[in-house]
């Protein structure tokens, strides 16, 4: 499994970026997929998951009303659209492939119950 992460760059505060990832070597269309961050210094943490349909999405406290989680199983791709972005959401953004086809509990926020990772794509807003 690949996944590809692109999207990242420099923001204002404010402002809007869309992330995407694209994965090969599976198949994607089952799979749960999720959105985590990291920051210098900080732990890993979870941005949002989305189920194989897109159907079901979670998000972090953090940034829900703010990022959206969403997919096309045509093209294999899932997506991160960031508006109002804030200072603190600059990190390193990495989109993962969760170990359940089935997104429920809260097990998708622990980044070890992920088997499968991208390799990060720098988010950095100025204020």
Request: a positive charge.
């Amino acid at each position: 499994v690949q996944l590809q992460a692109s999207g990242g760059g420099l923001a204002q505060a404010g402002g809007s970026l869309r992330l995407s990832c694209a994965a090969s070597g599976r198949d994607f269309n089952s799979a749960v997929m999720g959105w985590f961050r990291q920051a210098p210094g900080k732990e890993r943490e979870f941005v949002g998951a989305i189920n194989w349909s897109g159907s079901i999405t979670f998000y972090a406290d953090s940034v829900k009303g703010r990022f959206t989680i969403s997919r096309d199983n045509a093209k294999n791709t899932v997506y991160l659209q960031m508006n109002s972005l804030k200072p603190e959401d600059t990190a390193v953004y990495y989109c993962a492939v969760y170990q359940s086809a089935v997104l429920s509990g809260n097990s998708y926020q622990d980044p070890s119950r992920y088997a499968y990772w991208g390799q990060g794509t720098q988010v950095t807003v100025s204020s």
